[in-house]
Structure formats: structure tokens, C-alpha cells
């Protein structure tokens, strides 16, 4: 295995290069993280709207947990209302997670392994855009209770890796701590890592036999209970109790509302609206993987047998192998955005060999230090596929539900695969070929990243909410939304309400313009699972000075246009109450291009 840390220096050779790689993806991503329209306005929104004195679940609707959006509040608070205060907490963010990434995997696998790790979390998910729309890195998230709920996870486990060294009650409360908060982010970011970390406690309850059992037990329950009570009490204040109860488990009761988790939208996410054909992807994809697993042992067996003979004869496999590698890919040519589909089977079996290997040294107390943590991040990331299980990929919301798998494969290329071929063959060989592998997967991800954002020069907003969008010879969101930006301000005041549907809160938070009503989201699976009727129930009791049109597709969510083909009810509320005043950019449907009505209040 190669390792960077031969001499004093090269202890901290993959650190630097992680800060090289981290500061060159922040340079080229600068500011064009958030998306100008989808998701992430209601990120600074909903925190902007709790430091005016809203309440959660009592004066705005959420549909997860409430830690995310009442810490970044506090942020806002210490540093300032801004989009620039969160993307650089979120930035520092990041950059702890690839350390920890790095320092967990260098436990197992040594600093080569753990530094590939980093970079591949640096490059491919911490700063990426794949498509036309943003939000899905950690920089500008479409939701911080993922994000923030896989880091806390990631704290988890070094807790965890503290706590096999020295099972102690005060790392069993601190575990249960970060637990509770994790809890109050997202149901499938806390199942997973409350499974994965009950395992390990089981582990080391059986194998390493800590004193007094019950009092670590009873410091991980007390101190995981206490940021779920407090957050009770505070509800409680605002609302009755069982409301109270029922904003805490808010993430949870979701779940059974079958509007929001049973429609095109979730069933296209986790692959199950067309599963025959997901699942043969998957599966031709293991086979090309199985393929390429196989020909890496043959070229490094024969490579072995063929330098005994003479060192010049080596060549001769790995010739070959490139050749049939070459021809493999022009009858089967690989799409890179899909490389992932196969990882829930291999992921699987990589568990099963770990957990086996786990019984098999359970009394070796070295190897259970060394390796029980990666096993509860394979236990981790293999739950957290189950979202999106028929159709795992990096983009989308694979940049955060694919991430922890991502890690372990590293793992598998770098360390298990050479470490199985050294039985019979050349290890350097084996790693070449895996190396290569994940090369050219770096490689075509970066390029589709920098692709993306060398397309978004325009700025939009200004102080400390600018950020940049496509330019306007591509789209012309930016210039609609200044224009948008500039009729708020100089024709409408700060008292002045607004709704922008079926979306587009980001619109509210840039003109600071708030959102009389509690619901600020109507596309078709929203509108469902609410009604429409109990909406302009809302709407009315609450009419906003100013109501935005703006052109969004959503076909994703099984309607495309708001007024059209949905929602039908509301629309008809809105021309009967509101007038036009102002038409930008294009609005003809279905178009190319972006464009918003500005309707207001008849008297």
C-alpha cells in the first residue's frame, strides 16, 4: 500500500493537498452555488423570518426537523442576515468534513487511501453542479438538515472511534448528544446513523465488555433526549403541546402522508417509477464493474508469472489488458453520471465481509479499534441508498445520499481489491488499474462541474447576497430577477407582503419582502398533500400586497406549468383578487426561457 507518511514531512502531505484541492474548488465555484429560484431561498428565508420573530411549524410550514433552519438563524444573529454568512459557515463545514473523511479513513487504510477519499469528497460532491440547477453541494444545499445532518454523522463516528479506545460515559453522552441533534435534522439521515452507531455499541458491548454498561447507556439516552426536550419546551411556548410534539416529529410523521412520499417526484428519486428498467441498469453496470474486477486480477496473476520469467514479458498483460479495456468501452461505452447504480449490491456485499471479518478477529481488540468505524460508515451509507436505491448516482441527491457510499468504494478500489489480487498477483499492478479507474471518474466529474459554472458569470443581487447565475446570453434569469428586485424596491416597501408561486422564495428574501401566510411552496405533490382549498383559506385571510407568477416547469413533481396544468383553483383566486402590473422576460408557455408576472392587490 502506498503511504505518505514515510518520513516527518509526509505526515501532512495529504492535508496539503486537500487544501490545495478544497481552495482551487472553492476559486472556481465562487458564489455560484445557490440557485437563483429552486429550494435553497427557503434556506435563507425561513432563518431570516425566525429572526423576525416567526415561529416555526406555528407561523411557517416545514416539513422536516427544526435544528437546521433555528441554527442558521443564530448564525444570522452573531454575524449578520446574508447569504455570505452562511455559505462561509458552510464553507468551513465542508472543509471539517473532508478532515474528518480523512482522518477516519487514515485510521483503516493509511494516508493514501484517506487523501483520495478527501479529494474525491472535495471535487465531486462538496462543490458540484451537474445540471441546470444548483443547490445540490454543501456550500449552498437545498437543504441543510441533509448536510448538516451527514456532518453531525461524521462527528458521530469520531466520537465513536474515541469511544473504542476509552468506552467512557462522557463519549457515550456526547455520541447520544449529536445523536439527538441529528434526530431533529431529517427521518432517513437519522435512521441510518442511529442504526449504524446502535450496532457499533453492540459490538462493543459484546467484544470489549466496557464496565458498567448501564451507565453508558444511560448517558447516551439522557444527553440524546436533551436537544429533542429543549426544543419541545421552546415549541410549547408558542403553540399547545401537542403541536409542540408534533413539530419535533415533524420529519417523522411525513413520512405517512402519502402526497409527499408516494409521488412521480420520490418514486423518479429512489428509481421505483420505472423499476425493470433501473433495475437492469443497475445490474449491467455490476457486470461491467465485475468485468473490470476481473481482468484486474488476470493482468495482475499473469503479469506476476510473466516477470519471473523475464522482467520485459510484464508488459505483455498489461498491453493487453488496455486493449481489451479499449474494446470493452466501445461496445459498452460508460456513462459517467451512472457509474454509481451498481453500489447498493457491492456495498452490500462489502458489509457482509466486514461484519464477517468482525467475528472472525473478535479477539483481536487491535483490529476491532482499527475497523469497527468504517463498518458503521458501510452500515451508514448503504441505508442511506435505500432513498435512492434503483438509481444511485453522484448528482442530484446523490451529491449527499451517495457521498458516505462513495467513501467506502474508495476504499474498496484502493485498499481491498489490491490487498485480495496480492494473494496471487502483482498488488502495484491492481492498484494501477483502480487508480486509473478513479482517475478518469475525478477527471470527467470535475470537467462537468467547471463546464456548469464557466456558464455563470451574472451577478444577481448585490452586499452580502450576491451571487452569480447564468449568463444572460444563456438564460435570462439574472437580468428578470435585478429587474424583479429593482420594481420591489422602488415601488413597494418593506411593509409590502409577497407570495411567489408555485415557487420562488428566494425572491422574498432577496427584496426582504415577507410572506404573510404560513405555505411559501405550491407545486403539484405540495398543493396535494395540503389542499387547495385550505391554501386560499390561508391566501385570503392573509392577502399579500403583491402576488408573483413566475414561469416554472414542474414536471418533476407530475404537472408542468402552475395555473395550467395544476392548482387550478388557486389561479383562478389570484385573477379574481390580483391585477397585473408588470410582465418580465418570457412568459409564453411552455418556452425556453425564464420569465415572472408581478400582479398586486385590487383595491
Known amino acids: 500500500m502506498y503511504n505518505l507518511s514515510h518520513t516527518k514531512t509526509g505526515r501532512f502531505t495529504g492535508p496539503f493537498i486537500l487544501i490545495l484541492v478544497g481552495g482551487y474548488m472553492l476559486k472556481l465555484s465562487w458564489f455560484k452555488w445557490p440557485d437563483f429560484l429552486v429550494d435553497y431561498g427557503r434556506e435563507l428565508y425561513v432563518p431570516w423570518q425566525i429572526t423576525q420573530g416567526k415561529v416555526l411549524f406555528a407561523d411557517i410550514n416545514h416539513l422536516y426537523g427544526p435544528f437546521s433552519h433555528y441554527f442558521n438563524a443564530l448564525l444570522f444573529q452573531i454575524f449578520g442576515t446574508g447569504l455570505s454568512t452562511l455559505a462561509y459557515f458552510n464553507i468551513v463545514l465542508t472543509l471539517l468534513l473532508a478532515s474528518f473523511i480523512y482522518i477516519l479513513l487514515k485510521t483503516s487504510f493509511g494516508n493514501f487511501v484517506a487523501t483520495i477519499a478527501g479529494i474525491y469528497f472535495l471535487v465531486i460532491f462538496a462543490f458540484s453542479q451537474y445540471s441546470g440547477y444548483a443547490n445540490y453541494n454543501f456550500i449552498c444545499p437545498y437543504s441543510h438538515e441533509v448536510t448538516y445532518g451527514i456532518f453531525l454523522f461524521f462527528c458521530a463516528l469520531l466520537l465513536f472511534k474515541r469511544y473504542v479506545a476509552e468506552p467512557k460515559p462522557i463519549h457515550a453522552a456526547l455520541i447520544g448528544f449529536v445523536l439527538g441533534l441529528i434526530f431533529l435534522t431529517k427521518v432517513e439521515i437519522f435512521l441510518a446513523g442511529f442504526v449504524s452507531i446502535l450496532f457499533g455499541l453492540a459490538v462493543v458491548f459484546w467484544l470489549l465488555k466496557p464496565s458498567q454498561p448501564q451507565k453508558h447507556l444511560f448517558s447516551l439516552s439522557f444527553f440524546f433526549l436533551l436537544p429533542i426536550i ?234 452580502r447576497d450576491r451571487f452569480f447565475t447564468f449568463n444572460e446570453d444563456i438564460l435570462s434569469f439574472g437580468p428578470v430577477m435585478n429587474d424583479t428586485l429593482n420594481y420591489l424596491r422602488q415601488f413597494s416597501s418593506e411593509n409590502d407582503t409577497l407570495i411567489v408561486m408555485p415557487e420562488g422564495v428566494m425572491i422574498n428574501y432577496l427584496s426582504r419582502r415577507r410572506n404573510p401566510c404560513r405555505y411559501f411552496e405550491f407545486t403539484p405533490n405540495f398543493v396535494e398533500a395540503v389542499g387547495e382549498e385550505k391554501m386560499i383559506h390561508e391566501i385570503s385571510l392573509n392577502r399579500p400586497t403583491l402576488i408573483i407568477l413566475a414561469k416554472k416547469n414542474t414536471r418533476e413533481h407530475g404537472a408542468e406549468f402552475f395555473g395550467e396544468d395544476y392548482a387550478l383553483n388557486i389561479s383562478s383566486w389570484v385573477a379574481q383578487h390580483y391585477g397585473k402590473v408588470l410582465i418580465l422576460g418570457d412568459i409564453i408557455l411552455p418556452g425556453h426561457d425564464f420569465g415572472l408576472i408581478i400582479t398586486k392587490l385590487m383595491e
Open 230 to 463: 429543549a426544543f419541545l419546551i421552546y415549541f410549547s411556548f408558542h403553540m399547545p403541546v401537542t403541536d409542540a410534539f408534533n413539530a419535533v416529529m415533524a420529519s417523522y410523521k411525513n413520512i405517512f402522508v402519502d402526497a409527499l412520499t408516494n409521488n412521480i417526484f420520490y418514486l423518479h428519486t429512489s428509481g421505483l417509477d420505472d423499476p425493470y428498467y433501473n433495475m437492469t441498469m443497475m445490474f449491467r453496470y455490476l457486470f461491467a464493474y465485475l468485468f473490470f474486477f476481473g481482468l484486474i486480477g488476470f493482468t495482475s496473476y499473469f503479469f506476476t508469472r510473466s516477470v519471473k520469467r523475464k522482467p520485459v514479458y510484464g508488459a505483455i498483460p498489461i498491453i493487453m489488458a488496455l486493449l481489451i479495456v479499449t474494446l470493452f468501452i466501445r461496445f459498452f461505452p460508460i456513462d459517467w453520471l451512472e457509474i454509481a447504480r451498481p453500489y447498493p449490491v457491492l456495498i452490500l456485499l462489502m458489509l457482509i465481509y466486514l461484519i464477517n471479518n468482525l467475528m472472525k478477529k473478535r479477539q483481536d481488540k487491535t483490529y476491532i479499534s482499527r475497523h469497527l468505524t468504517f463498518t458503521l460508515l458501510a452500515i451508514f451509507s448503504m441505508l442511506l441508498l435505500l432513498k435512492i436505491i434503483l438509481h444511485v448516482r453522484f448528482y442530484n441527491y446523490g451529491f449527499a445520499l451517495a457521498m458516505p457510499a462513495a467513501m467506502v468504494m474508495i476504499a474498496f478500489f484502493l485498499y481491498y481489491i489490491p490487498n485480495y489480487v496480492s494473494r496471487r498477483g502483482n498488488k502495484t499492478i491492481a492498484m494501477g488499474f483502480c487508480g486509473l479507474f478513479i482517475f478518469l471518474t475525478l477527471f470527467f466529474y470535475f470537467n462537468a462541474t467547471k463546464n456548469w459554472y464557466d456558464l455563470k458569470n451574472y451577478p444577481i443581487a448585490d452586499g
